[in-house]
Structure formats: structure tokens, C-alpha cells
């Protein structure tokens, strides 16, 4: 009786043990995604094309990090999905004629959503026709 139960307390003890390792790699692993939207939100440009973007993000390797294709004049940047996908941020590129114009983040659902910490919209021309989204 002893015997099992003192097996008992060490499998939950492991099992807690690794619970809060994979915790930590999870909040880890945010961050680092959110420092590397940061830098990539400081190095686009305005008139960046689309093909200035993409070998930016080549040159950077950033893995946590995933370029979309260009659709309706904008650019996705999506961070690779967490435990709670619907806080990751997406890096929203716009474009106008080919040249960027501006550079946001938004929670992944959503681009009305601008999430606590993250950089400040960056706006330099003409918006994309119809755009979608909100400024905070």
C-alpha cells in the first residue's frame, strides 16, 4: 500500500514537473515570437515591395515567424500557433501599387483587434481599396 501510494505521488510529481517545463516553453516560445514581430515591424519600410519583404524575412530567418502570400494589396506575417491561437499576432503588411504603405498587428482573429504591447500602427500613404481594418 505504502509502495503504490508513494508511486503515485512521484508520477503526479512528474507529472506536474512537466506540466510547468512545457508552461515555461510555451511562454518562451511567445515571447520570442512577439520580439520578432517587433523587429520585423521596424525594419519594413515605407515603398518596400513585395519581394523587398520577402528577402527581408529570408535574411532574418526568423522561426517563429511565417510569410503569407501577398492577397488584396497585403502582406500576412503569422506567428506559428500557440496553446491559444486566437492571441498570436499577425503582422499585417499593406501595399498600394506595389509599395508598402503601412505595417500593423492584429490578434490572428481578427484585424480590428490591436493587441496590449504590441508596436503602434505605422501608416505612410494611401490605404489598400476597401481596407479592413481599425486603427486603436
Do not use: C
Request: overall charge positive; charged content about 15%; cysteine-free.
Amino acid at each position: 500500500m505504502r509502495l503504490a501510494q508513494r508511486r503515485n505521488g512521484l508520477i503526479l510529481a512528474s507529472a506536474l514537473g512537466l506540466l510547468g517545463v512545457l508552461v515555461l516553453a510555451h511562454i518562451i516560445q511567445v515571447a520570442r515570437a512577439r520580439s520578432e514581430v517587433r523587429a520585423l515591424t521596424e525594419l519594413v519600410r515605407p515603398g518596400d515591395t513585395p519581394q523587398q519583404v520577402s528577402d527581408l524575412f529570408r535574411a532574418n530567418a526568423w522561426g517563429h515567424l511565417t510569410l503569407g502570400t501577398a492577397v488584396n494589396g497585403v502582406i500576412p506575417v503569422s506567428s506559428h500557433p500557440g496553446w491559444m491561437p486566437s492571441q498570436n499576432w499577425v503582422v499585417w503588411i499593406s501595399t498600394v501599387d506595389g509599395k508598402a504603405t503601412a505595417v500593423r498587428v492584429r490578434l490572428s482573429d481578427g484585424t480590428h483587434w490591436h493587441p496590449k504591447g504590441a508596436p503602434p500602427d505605422r501608416v505612410w500613404g494611401r490605404e489598400p481599396r476597401g481596407s479592413y481594418f481599425v486603427s486603436p
